[in-house]
């Protein structure tokens, strides 16, 4: 049922997003030198690897890590990077990875590969069980402000409430929390 809801949401998105997305890519090509895209090694259901696009908003170049662990990450926005990760646009790119089934609309956020120790307290916890998603429990419950155990504990409860119920609530807080760009620090 999840990933039927995913597949007619994703339906939808393409059909009003299209030209955001299009324009998007444009700005971020004219902006700045480097590709359109940044594909990151992300960790998926099971602790599986894959590849998740996102429109790039850091310069070419900039070390692989979770962004708050940059020192000075200003300094490594691209001309329109901090407007596209405060609008939350450079995420547009992750339809492609719920059409692959990589992602769900719903779920924890996908960890980088390098974040072990967000990734061992999942795995502790069984949250690797869940397909990650574009949107999840944390990210409408604090975001970039949440301590990584604080996390965990909200991806936990996620897993353990649930629901197609649920998951249309957080879509709504996140559609709230995005237009009020609440709780993005970088």
């Known amino acids: 049922m999840k990933r039927a809801m995913d597949l007619l949401l994703l339906l939808i998105a ?6 955001p997305v299009c324009g998007v890519a444009i700005l971020v090509r004219l902006s700045s030198p480097g590709p359109v895209l940044y594909w990151s090694d992300r960790v998926g259901r099971h602790n599986k690897i894959f590849r998740m696009p996102k429109f790039r908003s850091m310069r070419v170049g900039t070390p692989p890590v979770a962004t708050h662990l940059l020192q000075s990450p200003e300094s490594y926005l691209t001309p329109i990077g901090g407007f596209l ?32 120790d967000l990734i061992a307290l999942r795995t502790a916890q069984g949250v690797d069980a869940l397909v ?10 604090g975001r ?8 965990v504990a909200l991806d936990v409860e996620y897993l353990h409430r649930r ?8 879509l ?15």
């Open 14 to 19: 393409v059909l009003l997003l299209w030209l």
């Open 85 to 116: 990760r405060r609008s939350s646009l450079d995420e547009l790119p992750q339809l492609w990875s719920i059409l692959r089934g990589d992602m769900s609309f719903v779920g924890p956020r996908p960890a980088l590969f390098n974040q072990d």
């Open 132 to 141: 990650p998603g574009l949107t999840g429990w944390a990210q409408v419950n």
């Open 144 to 151: 970039d402000e949440l301590p990584i155990p604080q996390k």
């Open 163 to 170: 629901s197609i119920r649920m998951d249309i609530w957080i």
């Open 172 to 186: 709504a807080l996140t559609v709230i929390k995005v237009i009020r760009r609440d709780n993005v620090t970088h």
